[in-house]
């Protein structure tokens, strides 16, 4: 039994680390917002948000199979939390009645693992329920697949069997074991038999119609002798206990991945339902193979900007088919990071088999994405700035492959424009050639304006906007780069401010 | 019956009594070394075998060849595994003298008896597939073969078995009720339950879970499973009969001299796979030629086992140092800088004279060796020092003993005497010791600080502890031949008072 829910062919394990790259994109794409409006305040789809959306996929057969299954779970959200709750029942019973595997011997061990086994035996009954009064609703190969396997594997007859089996281990004739001499005359290979449903097979034996019987009884009080008689049996049960307890063991199992799979659905519809209430359009993207240089959409906003203010943001056209580098100049605050995290923000959310914040969004799946940002917060001195820069992007030189993509905002600009621009261009050119994407936001006239006056057709100019009257639009338009970025309207704007009180003091 | 009494002496009647360990052991690390020889062994008590020296020059020919033809891969684990099975048998047998219930105590006779004949079979096996130089080997053999074609020993093998495949047809089915009612019946081809009960849960199966079997160890026997005993013997008694028949035929069923070979070829195996790994290291060992001629003595690239043990998995390489001794020769006079490996080289000496007596492989290239009658050290010890005038006057009380009980074929180590007197007093005392030793004629080495002992007759040799040219600070550990040549002193005594260059650079800190 497998719940395959996250992938077609194997189940879903969290990463013990998350990949390299991922403190920075979190940082970088405020990734902690999306995280948190997945997991509500539960600590557990917090967990299972972080690692799925951290470990992107690069295998768009399985980002689609994600996408139908996620799209019947917008479809019904209520059957969705229904069968979440049956491992969330599971665990919750097993912690409230303590039914751990107990003892550590075989007997102790059987015991428990028969309590826990009738427990799970209830729950996989409801699974079975929601299989059979829901399954027609889904379309998905994921979710078909699912419900047809609980639908087969948990039958009548297999719910017979295994409440057969459990009523039969309690043992109320007694313990048969088969025992051979060993060496020393002491038992060995002590085997399990079945158990007899009634005592009078032993009449008819004492009867003579069968081979004899002999027998002894332990007096009540001999401690001793009954701490005897539990040994040999833990002997027989041995084996036996083993099984039980590892069934119990996989059935739980099965939960958790059903949990765990699960979970990452009721992050998304949980965000999807955050977002609905900010009127922000989500859509699933189409997706396509590396290599193919697609990226278009309409309505691509920052839905981290949007959860954090509460409020609609802007959203951006790109037509960036056929791009290996996109180059973002123009006016400070004019939206260019909010611009390059919704770029960001779609592929990361893409690749792990999420809807992206658009109205309409298509991408190539890339091999790897990473953030290089200037770290404003550093308080180091210039050179040792411009230092752990070249130190962090050297790191993800060593994790980068063809067909990565790269986001860089206002990187190596801690030294001059000129040797700032120089790196700069040795990079993206170093990129380009290893068929690396690049998204490069940029207040360096002398880099883009380098890469503008080759006028190659792989590279697109986006430039913030102003209007005539030096207002942004947060809008970002095809264009040439401008010497300047506008930094004199900012330093207009904060000092009109003083101006304006200046003047009123006057 | 074949002539074969020991693989340890041939006609050499061993000593009865076993002696304790020799006074010059602690000096010469000696003990170091035998306690990490029998460490693995402890069972065979195997201590005695390295204290006592054989008295026939012969016997240690007679063992050279026994470790020479055991030397080799096929034959130690042939004999590893015969050990092995001998160790098992007798942890049987004195389980069955602990044990209570009779049936439970005959099983495990039986067992001991069936793993004995195995050990004694598969050795005479693995043994006629090879041919033996040594006279010791092949007196064993010869023995073995008869032994096993003995009618007495074929006996013990057929019952042994034939009663063990009787007992192992026996399976019984057992039935335990929760009220202390346990029924015993012989089985009627019941199937294995769990196997059922995994089947239906296999469905379930998610990749790794914990095994939640338990290794059991249950052998012994509670007094419960000795009444379900009782109760399978009523139900199978013929196979109990058989066995109680085997017990009472076979008492004593282990041969004197088998057992005493197991025990005594553990001297050799325990020393070779001692200094195995040193050899795998690339340290020399070698069988020596043996002489009772004094002056006639050498070693190439000699070395004190113990240190090389201690060093054996550190980098530190072992230093290896000669020694010879010709002519007129007698005493070798060691001078030189305190940790230059002084004691070292004096320790070597000893311990290859004491193996090459013992009849072992010494730590060597090459070597010829006195055979000695008695070997005497006399070593300095630092933490005797709390009464000078009274540790002098045992100094001189032991030096004493060792002129009164040596000959002139025994050996002399001397270590670092008198050094805690005033120089005037030790080289007066010194040199009056030398006088006696020379005139005693007896070989030997003295460690001293006093050049002018290197140089005292034509008996003594001047040996000294080097130091590299190039940097003075730094130590060989080489031994050479030369002349004493005073600056060791000087150097010496400032190294106690630790003002060397090296030394002073340790203590003031940049």
């Given at each position: 039994m497998k719940v395959f829910l996250m992938f077609p062919d194997r189940d879903l394990t969290l990463p013990k680390d998350p990949p390299p790259q991922a403190e920075a994109l979190v940082q970088d794409l405020a990734l902690e917002v999306l995280f948190a409006a997945m997991a509500q305040g539960d600590r557990f789809l917090l967990n299972v948000a972080q690692g799925v959306v951290l470990s992107s996929q690069a295998d768009v057969a399985v980002l689609r199979y994600r996408q139908e299954i996620l799209q019947d779970c917008l479809d019904n959200p209520t059957v969705l939390r229904e069968l979440y709750s049956i491992p969330i029942q599971a665990l919750e019973n097993k912690q409230k009645h303590w039914l751990g595997v107990f003892g550590r011997q075989p007997s102790g061990i059987l015991d428990s693992s028969i309590r826990l086994l009738d427990m799970y035996v209830v729950l996989l009954r409801q699974l079975r329920r929601i299989a059979d009064t829901y399954a027609e609703r889904f379309q998905s190969a994921g979710f078909r697949r699912f419900f047809a396997m609980i639908q087969k594997e948990l039958d009548d007859a297999c719910f017979e069997e295994m409440t057969g089996h459990l009523k039969t281990l309690k043992f109320r004739n007694g313990v048969p074991i088969r025992v051979w001499l060993g060496r020393g005359n002491e038992g060995r290979d002590y085997m399990l038999c079945k158990p007899t449903q009634s005592n009078w097979e032993w009449v008819e034996r004492a009867l003579g119609k069968r081979s004899p019987v002999y027998s002894f009884t332990i007096p009540t009080r001999d401690d001793h002798g009954f701490r005897a008689m539990r040994e040999i049996r833990d002997r027989g049960v041995n084996l036996v206990a083993n099984a039980v307890a590892q069934a119990a063991d996989h059935v739980e199992s099965f939960l958790n991945i059903l949990r765990l799979e699960l979970a990452f659905y009721l992050g998304c519809l949980n965000l999807s339902e955050r977002l609905a209430a900010l009127q922000q359009p989500i859509c699933l993207p189409e997706l396509s193979e590396a290599g193919t240089r697609q990226r278009h959409g309409e309505g691509l906003y920052d839905a981290c900007l949007a959860l954090t203010t509460r409020a609609a943001v802007v959203g951006n056209a790109l037509q960036a088919d056929g791009k290996d580098l996109v180059l973002i100049t123009g006016a400070n605050q004019g939206g260019k990071s909010t611009f390059l995290r919704s770029v960001g923000l779609a592929q990361v959310m893409a690749q792990c088999g999420m809807f992206v914040p658009a109205r309409r969004y298509a991408t190539s799946v890339c091999s790897g994405i990473f953030t290089h940002y200037r770290r404003e917060e550093d308080t180091t001195m210039r050179s040792g700035k411009f230092d752990e820069e070249l130190s962090r992007m050297s790191q993800i030189v060593d994790w980068l492959h063809p067909n990565g993509l790269v986001l860089f905002n206002e990187s190596f600009a801690a030294t001059n424009e000129r040797e700032g621009s120089e790196i700069g261009r040795q990079i993206i050119q170093a990129l380009l050639d290893r068929h690396i994407e690049v998204f490069f936001v940029t207040h360096q006239y002398e880099l883009a304006s380098g890469f503008w006056r080759r006028g190659w057709p792989n590279v697109l100019f986006l430039r913030a906007e102003r209007q005539e009257d030096g207002s942004r639009t947060f809008l970002l338009q095809e264009g040439e780069p401008l010497p300047t970025s506008f930094g004199e309207d900012m330093y207009a704007r904060v000092f009109a401010a003083d101006q304006s009180a200046l003047s009123e003091e006057r | 019956m074949a002539n074969f009494q020991s693989i340890l002496f041939d006609d050499e009647i061993a000593p009865a009594q076993s002696v304790g360990q020799p006074a010059f052991f602690g000096d010469l690390n000696l003990d170091q070394v035998v306690d990490a020889i029998t460490a693995p062994k402890q069972d065979y008590e195997l201590k005695p075998f390295f204290y006592q020296l054989p008295q026939r020059l012969e016997t240690i020919f007679y063992r050279h060849e026994v470790m020479r033809d055991l030397d080799n891969e096929a034959m130690m684990t042939a004999i590893h595994d015969f050990a092995e099975q001998m160790v098992i048998a007798r942890r049987y047998l004195r389980l069955v003298e602990k044990l209570y219930d009779p049936h439970h105590k005959r099983g495990w006779f039986l067992e001991a008896a069936l793993v004995y004949c195995q050990a004694v079979l598969t050795l005479q096996q693995r043994l006629d597939a090879v041919s033996f130089t040594a006279r010791g080997w092949q007196a064993f053999i010869e023995y073995l073969r008869e032994y096993v074609a003995s009618i007495q020993f074929q006996t013990l093998l057929n019952e042994a078995r034939s009663v063990r495949q009787s007992l192992d047809e026996v399976s019984y089915c057992l039935t335990l009720h929760n009220n202390g009612t346990v029924r015993v019946r012989r089985h009627e081809d019941e199937s294995d339950y769990s196997v059922d009960v995994t089947q239906t849960f296999a469905?379930?199966?998610?990749?790794a879970v914990k095994d939640y079997r338990l290794n059991l160890q249950y052998s012994g026997m509670n007094h419960i499973e000795a009444q379900i005993l009782e109760l399978v013997v009523r139900l199978f008694p013929h196979p109990f009969a058989e066995l109680e028949r085997f017990c009472q035929q076979h008492p004593d069923f282990m041969d004197e001299r088998i057992e005493t070979f197991d025990r005594e070829v553990q001297f050799y195996v325990a020393y070779l796979q001692f200094i195995a790994d040193m050899r795998q290291k690339g340290l020399p060992f070698c069988y020596p030629e043996m002489t009772q001629q004094r002056g006639d003595s050498f070693v190439e690239q000699g070395f004190d086992l113990a240190l090389a043990y201690q060093l054996l998995y550190r980098s530190t390489p072992t230093v290896c140092n000669d020694f010879f001794l010709q002519g007129d020769e007698r005493v070798l006079v060691v001078t030189g800088p305190n940790q230059g490996g002084k004691t070292t080289f004096a320790r070597m000496f000893g311990q290859v004279h004491y193996l090459a007596r013992l009849g072992c492989l010494l730590p060597g290239r090459r070597a010829r060796l006195f055979f000695f009658d008695q070997l005497f050290t006399h070593f300095e010890r630092e933490e005797d020092m709390r009464n000078l005038r009274g540790k002098l006057h045992d100094d001189l009380l032991r030096i004493h003993e060792i002129l009164t009980q040596a000959t002139p074929n025994s050996l002399i180590i001397l270590n670092e005497i008198f050094a805690s007197t005033t120089l005037k007093d030790a080289l007066f005392l010194s040199q009056e010791i030398m006088r006696r030793v020379s005139e005693l004629d007896l070989q030997g080495v003295w460690v001293t600080f006093m050049d002018e002992l290197a140089t005292y007759n034509e008996k003594t040799v001047s040996m000294l502890s080097t130091v590299d040219a190039d940097n003075p600070a730094e130590r060989t550990f080489r031994i050479l031949r030369r002349p004493a040549d005073g600056l060791a002193y000087a150097l010496s005594l400032a190294e106690k008072h630790r003002l060397t260059y090296q030394q002073i650079q340790e203590r003031i800190q940049p």
């Open positions: - | 469905r379930f199966q998610q990749g």
